[in-house]
């Protein structure tokens, strides 16, 4: 079995079964889970953040289920684009991905709220809560009080990644960083152009692996907007 040569060569000695076992499970691979899977078993709503505080249940809002394991790196899905309702979840479809990326999928990620005030209300209100309530969460990203910790209000460092959240209005937060993953929340709320340099989405094109664009249902057809489809 893994390591017994070790031991043959250092000798057999009291506790040496259990400091194998601890070895092989440091090396096992993290299981594979889905996010939807990741947030059952993972995920905590804290009070400040969310309606319903207590464990994420993906039965609660069985609609996200689809839509959030197609986030999953093994999926085929390079873009996922959820159109919907108010108050059905959007944002925590994608708080979900954040805490999946952080835990088992670490790599830049960039989070996109409409303006850059919203930004800054996201994190305080969305992603602290999801730092400090999910156990796996608080272990991968440094407090915010300790000085130069990688914790800011607007970008989030985590071994193997950094989430950074940005607002649509600011052409320079979009343009910042080179993301592997992006999460562009209301799209339909962005401006149509951003301080000149044109659609706010064309400018972070950065060719990410993976996105998830949620948009509020079309009140009316006069829309100027192209239709999602080719936008995110
Ligand atoms: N499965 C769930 N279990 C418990 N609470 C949930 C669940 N899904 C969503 N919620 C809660 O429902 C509320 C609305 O969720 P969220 O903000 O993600 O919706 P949204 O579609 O982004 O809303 P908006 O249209 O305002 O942007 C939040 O308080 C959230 O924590
Ligand atoms: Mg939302």
């Not at 017994?4 to 040496?16: I, S, T």
């Not at 607002?167 to 979009?174: D, I, P, Q, R, T």
Request: hydrophobic share 40%; glycine share 10%.
């Amino acid at each position: 079995m893994a390591g017994e040569h070790l031991l043959e060569e250092v000798g057999r000695f009291d506790g040496d079964a259990e400091i194998l076992q601890a070895w092989r499970d440091g090396m096992a691979p993290e299981p594979a889970l889905l996010v939807s899977e990741w947030a059952d078993k993972h995920r905590v709503l804290g009070s400040r953040g969310s309606a319903e505080p207590g464990p994420w249940r993906t039965v609660r809002t069985p609609y996200l289920r689809e839509i959030m394991d197609a986030l999953s790196p093994a999926q085929a899905a390079r873009r996922v684009v959820f159109m919907k309702g108010a108050q059905v979840g959007g944002t925590e479809c994608g708080n979900n991905w954040i805490g999946y990326v952080i835990h088992h999928a670490p790599g830049p990620m960039l989070a996109v709220q409409p303006t850059t005030e919203l930004a800054k209300r996201f994190s305080d209100q969305r992603i602290d809560p999801l730092v400090e309530e999910t156990p796996a969460i608080r272990e991968r990203v440094a407090p915010a009080r300790s000085r130069d910790s990688g914790n800011r209000q607007l970008s989030k460092e985590f071994p193997g990644g950094q989430l950074v959240m940005t607002g649509a209005n600011s052409a320079v937060g979009l343009r910042s960083m080179s993301a592997r993953f992006l999460f562009l929340d209301e799209i339909d709320a962005y401006p149509g152009d951003v301080e000149g340099e044109g659609d706010p989405i064309a400018l972070v094109e950065a060719r990410p692996h993976l996105r998830l664009a949620t948009e509020g249902v079309p009140r009316q057809h006069t829309d100027h907007r192209r239709p999602v489809a080719d936008r995110a």
